[in-house]
C-alpha cells in the first residue's frame, strides 16, 4: 500500500494539512468510515487501490479508486447486498448468511450480467464503459472510467433551479439517443433522476449513469430497493407489475418536469391515492404547451396508457407541437378488440327509439281496433231494429271488420314475430360473429418488445429485415396492417425490421483484448478476420491495429470484412515460481460465472 502515494477522498498525490486533511478534497486520512464496506487504502486485484465510499444501495457501492496500470482515476463498484451478507471491520471478505445464499448467487449473476452488457456499450459516448471485470474477496468488481462532473441535480442549483426550454433542447437529445440504444439492446434503466445523470465540469458532456439490476428498483423484493422518490414509476412499487420502455419514459418525463419547472413531481405512490399533479406550462408559462402536454403525458400513471418507447417520446416532444396524436385513451401497444358491427352491436339510445316506435305502432292498432268495434256495434243495433231483411249486409259489414280485425292481428303479430325473430337472429348473429381489433402504429418500436407483448398476440408477425440509414437496430419501420385498420384473429401481418445503418462506424480497439474486441464488432455487425503480428509492444492476445483505421465507415450489407491484427509475443525465458496456498480450512466452493471468474466461499 506505500507504493500508493494518494489521497482516498480524490486520488491525488498526497499532500496533508496540519489537520491531516487533504489540501485538495479535504478528506481526513482517520475519518472513520462505514465497517460494512471496504476500508480506503485496500488494494484489489494487485492493481487497484481503493479509496472512500462514495455511494452505496441495496445491491453495490461505489469507490473512488486509482489503476496502477493506467496511472489513472477510475470508479469501482462493489457487488454488496447488505440484506443477504455482512462484512467484519477491516476484513475485505464478503460473508454470506446461509439463509441467502441462493439469493444472492441469483442477484451476482444479474449483476454480473448487466455489466458484462455496458461494457460491450463502450462505443456509446454517453456512458461510462465498465473496463474491467473480476471477482475477489468472496464478491465481484466492475471497473468504471472516473468522470470529473456533477449531477444534474446540482447542476439545476448552479442555474437558479430550472433550465429553459431552449436549453434542455441542447442537453438533453444526448441521453435520449442513447436511452434509446440502451433499450434497443434489452436493458431497461429504471433509475433515471437528476441524480443518476452527470454533466461534465466544463458543461459540454453528459453521461447516464446508475444502471442497476431490476429487484434493487423495484419495492417488495429481496434486495433493499432504491427508488428515487418523483421519478419511479408506479409500476416499480409492486413486484407483480410489468415493467419495460415505458417505465424508463416515465422517469425521463419525470426529469424533464423537474428540469423545466424547479420542481420536483410528486411521488407516483402519493399520486396513486390522489392525482393532483399540475402541467409544467403552468408552473412555468415559458414551457411550451405541447411540450407540457407530452410530458404529462409520459408520466400516466397506468403504465399501457403512457407514451411507450423514447422513440415515440422524441416524436411527439419535438415533431408535433400541436400535440394531436398525443395518445390521450388508449395505448400505442394496445390492440382495442371491438365486437363486429351487426343487429347485437346497435347503441341503447337506437334500441330505444326502435322501442318507442314499436309501442306506438301498437297504440295505433288498439286504437283502430277500439274504433271499428265502435262502429260494429252502433250498425248491429240498427241491424236489430231493420230486421233480417238487412242480414246480408250485415254479413258483409261483419265479415268486413272481421277482415279488418284479423289484417290487424296478423299485423300485430308479424311484428311481434319480427321482434322474437330479431332477437333470435342478434342472439345467433352475436354468438356466431368473430372478433375484430383495430390496428395500432407500430413503427418506430422494439420488434422484440411488440413481438412478446400479449396486446398483439392475436396477430402472426413475419419479419423482414433489412438495413435501414435512419432507423436503429431491431426497431419496425414498416408494417403491411396499417394503424386504424381492422384484422381478425390469426392475421398475418408483415413488418420490416432494421439491422441499423448500412455503413457503420468501426470502433476504437486500444486495450482491449481480442475476445472483447471481436464481441465488440459482433454488436455491430462487423464481420472481421484474424490476422496475428508478432510484437512485444502490445500484450499478447490484444488488438495491435486494423486494415481500417477506427472511426471509419465499414458497409456491413455488403458482408464487407475488418482485418483485426492480434498481437502475439515472441517467447521469452521465464523463471518458475512457486506459490504456496494458503489453507482456508473446510469451505464450500459456489463458481457464479466462467468468465469473469467470480467465486463465493462460505466459511464453516
Known sequence: MSEFNLCCGCMNPKVLDENGCCTICGYNENAPYLPSYLAPGTVLS??????????????????????????????????????????????????VDQKFVAQYKTFMSEFV????????????????PATDMFGDNNTGYVVFDYFDGITLGEYLKNNAGELSWEEVKKIFPPIFTTLSLVHNAGLVHRGISPETILIGRNGGDIKL???????ERTANTDLAPELFSGYA?????????WQGTWTDVYGICAVLYRTLTGVAPADASDRISGDNLIEPAKLNPNVPRNVSRVIMSGLNLNGEMRIQTITELVTQIFEQPE????????????TIAIPKQGGSSVSSKKKKKRLSRHGLFIAIVAAILGIGMFFLLIMLFAMSETGSDDDLELNGISTAAESITSELATESSITEMSAVSH?????????KSRTIYVMNDITGKNFEIIQRSENYSSLVFNPIYEYNDTTPKGIIFEQSIQK?????????IIVKVSMGPRYVSIPEYTSLSKKDYFALLGEVGIKYEESEVETSDVKEGYVVSLSKEPGEKIDVESGEILTVYIAKNPPETTTEAVVTEPDLGETEVIIIEEEPDIIITIYD
Open 423 to 431: 332477437t333470435e337472429s342478434s342472439s345467433t348473429s352475436s354468438s
Open 209 to 215: 449513469t446508475g444502471f442497476a439490476i431490476s429487484d
Open 323 to 334: 400535440y394531436n396524436s398525443v395518445r390521450l385513451s388508449s395505448s400505442s401497444t394496445q
Open 113 to 128: 450480467e448487466l455489466n458484462k452488457m455496458l461494457s460491450k456499450m463502450r462505443t456509446l459516448n454517453h456512458i461510462i
Open 484 to 492: 386504424d385498420e381492422n384484422y381478425e384473429e390469426g392475421a398475418e
Open 233 to 241: 414509476a408506479p409500476e416499480q412499487y409492486n413486484s407483480a407489475n
Open 46 to 95: 494487485d492493481r487497484y487501490f481503493v479509496g472512500k465510499l462514495r455511494s452505496y444501495n441495496g445491491e453495490s457501492a461505489d469507490y473512488i479508486g486509482f489503476d496502477a496500470i493506467k496511472q489513472t482515476r477510475v470508479i469501482i463498484k462493489e457487488y454488496m447486498p447488505d440484506t443477504l451478507c455482512s462484512r467484519e471491520k477491516g476484513s475485505p471478505v464478503v460473508n
